[in-house]
């Protein structure tokens, strides 16, 4: 009776031969299917980084466009002004600084002009720098970009992306009917990975031309026309001496 049940045991237990032939079979079909999952959820975080890359180089763009559109500089009525004394350039690519003075859109009235009630109302304007810096990802070849705003002292300092690959505000003199017009050519790139493995041998400050594989390339262009010069510039009978004068930090 007892050499019975030992026979039964025997019969119910696996062998090791056909543990091994069973984890061979499960690898099989379920590699596919691994696979299968992980490209999938690779696609769908691909596509939510695209999303997010995307929608901050438009941040970043509205906010330079915006600087720039109001843009101004202090007249020095001894010599005749230029579109150079504009902007202050310093650096080359990638690692370049670009400082301007605005009006700031943000502020209340009363903190802009000093004296409204009098003939002469000094205008109080931001000193605007963007500068491109090495990012705080050593694995990663890209730069960080910052924005810094002077405003009587007060400096408001901002990190707008740490995914630059290739910044450049670039000054464009165009005629038009007789007339000359300046503008300012905006170019931006971001970009993204799942793996930092995927920008090996990448230099940022090399502007891509195309999409690379794996690579997630957000790239934005834009023509600003400084209002504040081009009303100077083309404009004869503009008398400088209106009512609002600008006043920079520093000034007296």
């Known amino acids: 009776m007892v050499k019975s049940l030992n026979r039964t045991n025997r019969r119910k ?21 691994y696979m299968i999952l992980r490209s999938g959820s690779d696609t769908s975080l691909k596509g939510m980084l695209r999303i997010d890359t995307t929608l901050k180089a438009r941040n970043i763009m509205q906010q330079v466009y915006a600087d720039l559109k109001m843009s101004c500089f202090k007249l020095n009525y001894e010599k005749e002004y230029s579109f ?8 080359d690519l990638p690692y370049i600084t670009y400082s301007f003075t605005t009006f700031p859109i943000h502020e209340k009235f009363e903190n802009i002009f000093e004296n409204p009630s009098q003939d002469i109302n000094w205008r109080k304007v931001s000193q605007i720098t963007y500068r491109v810096e090495d990012g705080d990802n050593p694995n990663l070849p890209l730069k960080k970009l910052i924005r810094e705003e002077n405003f009587e002292g007060k400096i408001t300092r901002r990190v707008l992306s740490e995914k630059i690959n290739f910044f450049e505000i670039k000054p464009i003199p165009l005629e038009v009917v007789g007339k000359n017009q300046y503008y300012y050519l905006i170019t931006l790139q971001l970009l993204d990975v799942l793996h930092a493995e995927d920008l090996k041998g990448k230099k940022a400050g090399e502007r891509l031309e195309e999409n ?12 600003v ?13 503009l008398n400088p001496n209106w009512h609002t004068k600008i006043k920079t930090n520093g000034d007296e």
């Open 212 to 223: 690379q594989k794996d690579v997630i390339l957000a790239d934005f262009f834009d023509i």
């Open 84 to 91: 150079d004394d504009l902007m202050k350039v310093e650096g």
């Open 225 to 237: 026309s400084p209002d504040y010069f081009n009303a100077l510039w083309n404009d004869e009978r």
């Open 13 to 33: 237990a696996f062998t090791l031969v056909e543990i091994m032939i069973a984890a061979i079979c499960m690898s099989i079909i379920m590699g596919p299917i």
